[in-house]
């Protein structure tokens, strides 16, 4: 993130916090959902990702869970893009087509992310037949034995193949991503010859640095180096900066609980369910008013969630 962006959303979050702390009872504008949740199922087991920490039952979001969530971020929010995924893979959902399209009837964009090594057979022709905005392939790896050992099970030459299958038959609406993450710094040259292969045949290339989410997972930390980084370390323990995600946005996960962080893989702060209240009530509830009166302190260290997370330190 360019160092403008980042002094951008800097500013705008310490207004937000200001204009919390002199009001101090509720926030007068509306959250944005990051994320619907189509299923926290994956059959991949990624070097970078938290899942294999995850203890709450897997399932799948149900059309009548999707429908709610769509009329209440329709009636209580300005969100006009969603990203269908939190912590699984949206295209193992048999009714990721239908869902697109109850999205979009609603005109709200959709984004999935994917590995696209289960893209095939029924799975393709749904996403293929979606009204999904932005396919984005996310990947771990600059060489096929990288891929693959980031990335397990899973066969590069199929994945490849996969992808460039998908991209031939794509609807022209659509706009498709490689990102690639990268859980260390690598050689400019190995990154530009990876640019150089997928540009000409996708939308967009982005290079993302791979997040340590809440810092819970030794071989995560290990993995990207941040760990041995003293600095960060030490900036981790003792200076607390508010986080912008609970002043800014909120995510629904399959079974309709609702969480303040995209990085809560666990659901370990759930503020409620959207059967049971609409998100309005949710975004100026007592769980979210303690979670904002304590970041605002300098206290997160006091939660269990936030305690190790070193989200505000990375543009450190």
Known sequence: MKFAKLTKRALTSSSKYIKYRLNGKKLDYPPQIDNIELTNHCGLNCSGCP???????????????????????????????????????PVLHPKIDEFSKIASSRDID????TK?????GKRLRGVLNSNISIVKFSWAGLSKEEFERFQEPISYQKTVKNVKKYIKRKPGRQTVKIELLLYKKRPKKDVEKFVKKWK??????????????????????????????????????????????PFE?????????????????????????IHK??????????????????HLKGSRKKLELCKKCTKTLISI
């Open 277 to 294: 209240r609409d998100l309005d009530s949710l975004w100026n509830s007592e769980k979210m008013k303690k979670l904002r009166k304590l």
């Open 200 to 245: 000409p045949i996708v939308d967009e290339v982005d290079i993302k640095r791979c997040s340590h989410w809440t810092g819970n997972s030794k071989k995560i930390k290990n993995l990207i180096n941040r760990s041995g980084n003293k600095f960060t370390k030490f900036l981790a323990k003792t200076f607390f900066p508010p986080c912008p995600f």
């Open 116 to 120: 696209g090594s289960s893209l095939e």
């Open 110 to 113: 959709t984004l999935i992310s």
């Open 249 to 273: 946005s909120l995510s629904i996960l399959y079974d309709g609980s609702v969480v303040p962080c995209c990085r809560d893989y666990d659901g370990r702060y759930i503020i409620g369910n």
């Open 51 to 89: 899942r294999n920490l995850m203890k709450r039952e897997k399932g799948y979001m149900n059309e009548k869970t999707f429908k709610r969530a769509i009329s209440q971020i329709k009636e209580n929010t300005n969100t006009k893009f969603i990203s269908l995924h939190h912590f699984g893979d």
